[in-house]
């Protein structure tokens, strides 16, 4: 292998060690929590609204909650991360290291991907046995999630590297984050609101992302597709190329 290869097997492997060493905090509470939103809105809401354009309310929602989880854990995984090496200055010594600006930032960003795709796939599986998923369009569904969990993975690196504190961590997540997950069409169709709350949310980014992702398991849709896919891709490279300029300059990344 060559020492690029292996470098980035070790920045990787460093990133999954890290939230595997804390199975219970990382894997077990965003399963619990995504299953609890399938039982509570499955059951409740779901003997209450028996179909949403066409499909059983659990199907239509489990799409959204299966994103959510990808995202979330992402964005927390990368954030706290690059918070806490910068805190006991261990990022000083990766930085000072062989490993380029481009192989530390993709050591972080996989780190992330990996434990949301984990917490997804175990929970898509879960829920497949439960109330049968489906996947009606693999062709635009794997590409989609995959760019969802890239753009939560580099949102993440952003912020972990801009965060002072914790608390500035625990501030994006509640109050941006998943206010816009939320609004974005995870638990209805924007088609069925009432004005101005229907076009509002049609200005909330993660509206198209989970557009995409429902339209990949259901088949179902109420927006452009190759819109929403081209845009996501153009957003998600571009603070790939953003973050990659900051790790390249140094900046931020020393407290």
């Known amino acids: 292998m060559s020492p690029a290869t292996i470098r980035m097997q070790s920045l990787v492997g460093r990133e999954v060690a890290r939230f595997m060493k804390i199975k219970r905090q990382t894997l077990g509470a965003p399963l619990l929590e995504t299953f609890l939103y399938i039982s509570v809105f499955g059951a409740a809401l779901g003997s209450r609204i028996h179909t949403l354009h ?7 929602v489990l799409p959204g909650l299966i994103m959510m989880a990808f995202a979330t854990n992402a964005f927390t995984n990368n954030s706290s991360s690059i918070l806490q090496q910068k805190f006991t200055h261990a990022i000083d010594d990766q930085l000072s290291s062989p490993a380029s600006p481009l192989e530390l930032l993709l050591g972080f960003s996989l780190g992330g991907f990996i434990r949301g795709l984990v917490v997804s796939l175990i929970a898509y599986v879960v829920a497949g046995l439960l109330v049968g998923e489906p996947v009606r369009e693999p062709l635009v569904l794997i590409p989609s999630i995959v760019l969802v969990g890239m753009f939560f993975s580099q949102a993440g690196v952003l912020v972990g590297v801009r965060a002072q504190q914790f608390d500035d961590v625990a501030l994006y997540q509640t109050f941006v984050i998943q206010p816009l997950i939320f ?4 638990f209805y169709s924007a088609s069925l609101l009432p004005q101005p ?7 909330d980014p993660i509206y198209y992302m989970i557009a995409l992702v429902r339209y990949g398991f259901i088949g179902f849709h109420e927006t452009s597709i190759a819109i929403s896919f081209l845009a996501l891709a153009v957003i998600t490279f571009a603070l790939f ?6 790790f390249t300059k140094g900046r931020y990344l020393r407290t």
């Open 54 to 60: 066409g499909y059983r309310y659990i199907v239509f």
């Open 183 to 186: 609004l974005g069409g995870v």
């Open 197 to 203: 709350w229907g076009t509002l949310t049609r200005f």
């Open 241 to 246: 190329g953003f973050n990659l300029w900051v």
